[in-house]
């Protein structure tokens, strides 16, 4: 429940945080209202520096995720900020706050390694 209410609250911010095109809005309001991939249209993109933080980005539908390397959590486009990235790894994460960017590197590195394995098996199944 918690996680939904925050979703709203996070699009009514992006929505006056990137320029939505007005044109839409004259066309019909309650359109964009049935349509919440219309508010959506600001896709935040992955920083590198991310990593800093120990978050890749992984691509779902076509947009890309953070996903935390300690716990492969990952969480909405629109958690893709530093200040959300942060919180994330001193609420679940406290431990490793102050970890440097060496080991999240080796974590990044040791779950691609983890995947190649799961895709491999995976693979035959399709
Ligand atoms: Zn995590």
Redesign the pocket.
Known sequence: MDKRLNRATDNTFTSENCSVSSASKLESASEDVNNPMKIRKCVRKYDPEYINIGFTAIDVSNEPRPQ?V??F?ILSNQSMKPSLLNR?LST??STLKNTPKDYFVRKLSEMKSTKKIISSFSGCTY
């Open positions: 935390c300690i716990c959590e994330h679940k994460h």
